[in-house]
């Protein structure tokens, strides 16, 4: 079973959902084996959005596409206020470890423009209109919504998955 969640690194209610729900499924659900999470891309808020999108992409390159991800969340501070420049997004690149002129080559050069608009796309096929939105095996769940809600949605997509 696949959750798929469309998200934007600026999105303060992503930003809720990186805090009240993902680490618990990430714990109840995906280190488990029972839920495999795809993190994919809604970079909606501006050209901050869409760097952080593409150097989150690059430091998957270097195997630390998570480590990254948090580093960016935890760094949230409002739409388009500089917290997601170009130069930020590449000291944060350091900071996670991450081989420097590797990053640099890749994030200059929008290695990764393409994928993330495709994202962007996508998501936009499937009606996606807000951040966070999830898909739960195809279900769509929009919003920062409860954990205990959202483990609800989980818990009625692996019982139908278990019937068929």
């Known amino acids: 079973m696949t959750v798929v969640e469309f998200s934007d690194f600026q999105c303060p209610f992503?930003?809720?959902?990186?805090?009240?729900?993902?680490p618990r499924l990430l714990d109840e659900y995906v280190k488990t084996g029972k839920v495999r999470f795809?993190?994919?891309?809604?970079?909606?808020?501006?050209?901050?959005?869409?760097w952080?999108?593409?150097?989150?992409?690059?430091?998957?390159e270097q195997g630390k596409f998570w480590e990254y991800h948090n580093y960016l969340f935890e760094r949230q501070?409002?739409?388009?206020?500089?917290a997601f420049s170009k130069v930020n997004l590449k000291s944060f690149a350091k900071a996670v470890g991450l081989e420097g002129s590797k990053f640099d080559q890749c994030f200059d050069g929008g290695?990764?423009?393409?994928?993330?608009e495709k994202d962007l796309a996508d998501a936009r096929a499937l009606g996606v209109n807000a951040t966070p939105t999830s898909f739960i095996n195809g279900v769509k769940v929009t919003g920062a919504v409860p954990y205990e809600s959202f483990k609800v949605s989980i818990e009625e997509a692996l019982a139908n998955a278990a019937k068929e």
């Not at 992503?14 to 993902?22: A, D, H, M, Q, S």
């Open 77 to 82: 501070n409002g739409e388009n206020q500089g």
């Open 38 to 50: 795809v993190y994919r891309d809604f970079a909606f808020l501006g050209d901050e959005s869409t």
């Open 52 to 60: 952080a999108a593409e150097a989150a992409e690059c430091a998957d």
């Open 14 to 22: 992503c930003g809720r959902f990186y805090k009240n729900v993902e």
């Open 111 to 116: 290695k990764y423009t393409a994928e993330v």
